[in-house]
């Protein structure tokens, strides 16, 4: 059954410092691993969309990074701001274009 | 910068009433969707649509759903007759071409059935 699982399902961290939020996959076929942000009663934003050949994108101050061997991707924060709390969300999708969406890990960034 | 636009932002209806929520897609786009999020819960593929028609829908796309894209601008959502379990967030998105075709979503409708 294609799945998405996301950890850890909730992350509370001080500004400034970095984090990571991990997503695994066994959705097959494959054909893009994307990350959300969204924000509380707001729809979600893309932050990156990575194909098969892709193992590291940037947006600013995110960087995401996939391992199609191990079906695995993380989204990693750098000197986090408190703009940054927010639902992030791993969708992969199938080569039929169906997005099959994680549950989001929900970050909390205290001043 | 091109944005999506949901209408009305928050609904509150009767069980049984029905309800229309529209939604502006950017022009160029034309791939089509509506989601919805429980509160608390992940978001839900309702319905895709394309050239008129609907793609693909998912279990939750029961009869009590229809899409439609009156005017070649809005697209809408209709809940029949609403049950309290509709009460959610609903979400259109819209994309300009599938594959690796970013999808951009609006502000949502969130409806309340009483």
């Known amino acids: 059954k294609n799945q998405v699982e996301q950890s850890p399902q909730s992350l509370i961290i001080l500004e400034g410092k970095n984090c990571t939020l991990q997503?695994?996959?066994?959705?097959?076929?494959?054909?893009?691993l994307r990350w959300y942000k969204q924000d509380t009663g707001r729809g979600p934003v893309s932050l990156t969309i990575?194909?098969?050949s892709e193992n590291t994108k940037s947006n600013g101050r995110y960087t995401a990074t996939l391992d199609a061997d191990t079906k695995q991707s993380s989204l990693h924060i750098t000197a986090s701001q408190l703009s940054d709390s927010a639902s992030y969300i791993c969708?992969?999708?199938?080569?039929?274009?169906?997005?099959?969406w994680g549950a989001g890990t929900k970050l909390i960034i205290k001043p | 910068e091109p944005e999506v636009t949901q209408t009305p932002s928050h609904q509150v209806t009767q069980m049984g009433q029905e309800v229309i929520l529209r939604c502006v897609p950017i022009s160029n786009h034309l791939y089509f969707y509506w989601y919805r999020q429980i509160l608390g819960q992940k978001v839900e593929f309702l319905v895709s649509?394309?050239?008129?028609?609907?793609?693909?829908k998912s279990e939750i796309f029961d009869d009590q759903f229809s899409v439609e894209r009156p005017d070649g601008s809005n697209f809408t959502l209709k809940i029949r007759s609403t049950k309290l379990e509709d009460s959610a967030m609903y979400f259109c998105?819209?994309?300009?071409?599938?594959?690796?075709?970013?999808?951009?979503f609006g502000e949502g409708s969130r409806l309340t059935v009483l």
């Open positions: 649509f394309y050239n008129n028609e609907i793609s693909e």
């Open positions: 969708v992969v999708s199938e080569s039929n274009y169906q997005l099959i």
């Open positions: 997503c695994n996959y066994t959705v097959s076929p494959f054909s893009n």
């Open positions: 990575m194909t098969f």
């Open positions: 998105a819209t994309r300009a071409y599938i594959g690796t075709g970013e999808l951009f």
